[in-house]
């Protein structure tokens, strides 16, 4: 029988996983607490965040938001780093850190429901960089009709100018 400390547990955890864009499993075993207190530093730089958890109360939290994760991702010690602005925020905090502190292995990444790699969620652009791209195409069109439109127009005010010239010559 569950007790009410792990039902509150699990609905936080179903709360998390609902508001988050993407998240990250890791191994944490072998880091120090300060080391810990480092990634999640890092992580808050980001507005992501981390969170070490059972893994049988994740296992629920996650079968209550429809989602399904490979039973091998939930064995061992398990960290869950989750963000919500920028999805590729934290796998890219997660991979960076584990080059720093070794011990640190990822297991697998989440971005909506589907499972990914962690190096292949962090190689995607950020929001803000997919936002700027956006801007860029969005602007062509209008930068290329600005250029054709003063060039078209130049031409009609030099054209109208010679024709004046020619008409006042005769």
């Given at each position: 029988?569950?007790?009410?400390?792990?039902?509150?547990?699990?609905?936080?955890?179903?709360?998390?996983?609902?508001?988050?864009?993407?998240?990250?499993?890791?191994?944490?075993?072998?880091?120090?607490?300060?080391?810990?207190?480092?990634?999640?530093?890092?992580?808050?730089?980001?507005?992501?965040?981390?969170?070490?958890?059972?893994n049988r109360?994740?296992?629920?939290?996650l079968?209550?938001?429809?989602?399904e994760?490979?039973?091998?991702?939930?064995?061992?010690?398990?960290?869950?780093?989750?963000?919500?602005?920028d999805?590729?925020?934290?796998?890219?905090?997660?991979?960076?850190?584990?080059?720093?502190?070794?011990?640190?292995?990822?297991?697998a990444?989440?971005?909506?429901?589907?499972?990914?790699?962690?190096?292949?969620?962090?190689?995607?652009?950020?929001?803000?960089?997919?936002?700027?791209?956006?801007?860029?195409?969005?602007?062509?069109?209008?930068?290329?009709?600005?250029?054709?439109?003063?060039?078209?127009v130049?031409?009609?005010l030099?054209?109208?100018?010679?024709?004046?010239?020619?008409?006042?010559?005769?």
């Amino acid at each position: 029988m569950p007790t009410p400390k792990k039902e509150q547990i699990v609905r936080e955890l179903e709360e998390l996983v609902q508001q988050a864009s993407s998240l990250v499993f890791a191994d944490y075993r072998g880091l120090k607490h300060q080391e810990l207190e480092e990634l999640r530093r890092r992580l808050r730089e980001y507005k992501a965040g981390l969170r070490v958890v059972k893994n049988r109360l994740l296992h629920l939290a996650l079968q209550h938001c429809q989602r399904e994760v490979p039973a091998e991702v939930l064995c061992g010690p398990t960290a869950l780093a989750f963000g919500s602005d920028d999805p590729t925020a934290p796998a890219k905090v997660l991979l960076e850190f584990s080059r720093d502190y070794p011990v640190c292995e990822l297991k697998a990444a989440m971005l909506g429901n589907q499972m990914i790699s962690p190096s292949e969620l962090a190689k995607l652009p950020s929001r803000t960089d997919l936002l700027g791209q956006l801007v860029g195409l969005l602007s062509t069109p209008f930068a290329l009709l600005q250029t054709l439109g003063s060039s078209a127009v130049g031409t009609i005010l030099a054209l109208q100018a010679q024709q004046e010239r020619e008409g006042a010559a005769a």
